[in-house]
């Protein structure tokens, strides 16, 4: 199976490409947690004035805040965004008119390096609108292989985000091999 997963990384090209230029490029000015941030937008991009737009990291979903491994999750994407330079490619808009998008520093696609280290899940629901998408759930495969980040032995009671937004306990598991091999699975025929 890792012989197939590392061909299908080959294969789409992770980290990924940009397929078209920045929306913009700003500055990160704030971590809300390890996968929404702040960036300051200068003016010019269609803007008159400076401003603070709020961005959810496309392709991933981190530990909430007050969930296990949440602090070190919002580290970790402080240490590779914090204060620096992004492009921003925007995708779309969620529910709560944040806007979502794939961020890069220095041509690192900033959600990647995120899953890659376990500090976050490749976020199965909203995969699928970029050509390359499977690359996060075999960045996924690979960290949880390495043990790396939340993957430890150590975080055992780990819970995903969405099931911990949704029940508020985390009292759902899911089988950690069975979700990666369904994320991959999901792509297969696109």
Not at 45 to 57: F, W
Not at 172 to 186: K, L, P, Q, T, W
Request: a positive charge; charged letters at 30%.
């Amino acid at each position: 199976m890792r012989a197939l997963l590392l061909a299908l990384l080959v294969a789409e090209g992770a980290p990924f490409p940009p397929e078209h230029p920045p929306t913009y490029v700003g500055t990160v000015v704030r971590i809300v947690d390890g996968d929404t941030l702040h960036v300051r937008v200068p003016p010019g991009a269609g803007m008159r004035y400076p401003r603070k737009v709020k961005v959810r990291l496309y392709g991933i979903d981190a530990p909430e805040a007050k969930q296990t491994f949440g602090a070190a999750s919002a580290r970790a994407l402080e240490r590779i965004a914090g204060g620096r330079e992004v492009e921003v490619h925007k995708i779309t808009r969620d529910d709560f008119g944040r806007l979502v998008a794939i961020l890069r520093v220095d041509g690192l696609d900033v959600s990647s390096a995120m899953v890659r280290g376990g500090y976050a899940w490749a976020f199965r629901r909203y995969l699928g609108q970029r050509r390359g998408d499977q690359s996060y759930c075999v960045l996924e495969y690979e960290a949880r292989a390495a043990q790396a980040g939340l993957w430890a032995p150590k975080h055992r009671n780990r819970t995903a985000p969405w099931v911990y937004r949704h029940d508020g306990e985390g009292r759902h598991r899911i089988d950690a091999e069975r979700s990666v091999r369904d994320c991959i699975a999901s792509f297969e025929g696109r």
